[in-house]
């Protein structure tokens, strides 16, 4: 069984700061895929980024980049230069190769950016 | 338009009544799945499926009932609802080439049963 685990329910960020949001995850399957994805106030899920477990390089995608600590077994999101309209609630999900693609996610992550 | 479309999009009922959620899709992915979310659970997988034929429960479909209608058409039922069952509910879709390919989300069900 896969499990996430964001600890991190609430983070605050002043405005063009970074902010780092944590996920770790337990599989025991050695192929696997994490992803981030963005949940607004509207309701919507926005996919973000997205790492590979046999990724030689992390992954970044404009202001977005996954800080992936394979032995550690953390995925963190990394968000630089924050804007108002990154506040948000953050999940964290994976998927392993047996499983049929199903994402298991974390609890979430609510942002805050500061003005 | 949207690749992924729920319907409704917002939807208050009555302890006992029988509740259809609808999802369609125009982006020709075989693979599609109901989830649901409550506060500080993340979502939950309820069923998915990977082609017309073929129909998997998942974490939490007990109260629940899908149905595939066609590649672009998965339906989630409640037979008789219970207030419990007041939740966000996503659609979403994938496709089958590989682990790198995100799943993609209609914009969710907001399901309140009084």
């Known amino acids: 069984a896969q499990k996430i685990t964001q600890t991190q329910p609430g983070m605050f960020v002043q405005e063009k700061e970074a902010v780092t949001l944590d996920c770790t995850y337990d599989?025991?399957?050695?192929?696997?895929?994490l992803f981030w994805y963005k949940q607004p106030s509207s309701g919507e899920m926005i996919f973000l980024i997205y790492?590979?477990?046999?990724?030689?390089q992390n992954a970044t995608e404009g202001r977005y980049s996954l800080n992936f600590q394979k032995a550690r077994k953390s995925a963190n999101l990394v968000i630089s230069a924050s804007q108002l309209g990154d506040s948000a609630m953050y999940f964290c999900?994976?998927?392993?190769?047996?499983?049929?693609?199903?994402?298991?996610f974390g609890s979430g992550t609510q942002l805050t950016v500061l003005p | 338009d949207a690749d992924v479309t729920q319907t409704p999009r917002n939807r208050i009922t009555k302890t006992g009544k029988r509740i259809m959620l609808e999802c369609s899709q125009t982006?020709?992915?075989?693979?599609m799945y109901w989830y649901r979310q409550d506060p500080g659970l993340g979502l939950r997988l309820i069923y998915y499926?990977?082609?017309?034929?073929?129909?998997n429960k998942g974490e939490i479909s007990d109260g629940y009932s899908v149905s595939r209608q066609a590649q672009a058409k998965f339906s989630l039922s409640l037979e008789s609802a219970i207030p419990n069952q007041t939740a966000l509910y996503f659609c979403?879709?994938?496709?089958?080439?590989?682990?790198?390919?995100?799943?993609?989300f209609g914009d969710g069900t907001r399901l309140s049963i009084l």
């Open positions: 979403a879709t994938s496709d089958t080439t590989g682990l790198n390919q995100p799943q993609h």
């Open positions: 599989t025991s399957d050695p192929s696997y895929g």
């Open positions: 790492q590979g477990s046999y990724d030689q």
């Open positions: 999900a994976m998927e392993a190769s047996g499983s049929a693609r199903q994402l298991t």
């Open positions: 982006k020709g992915h075989d693979r």
């Open positions: 499926s990977f082609d017309v034929k073929d129909i």
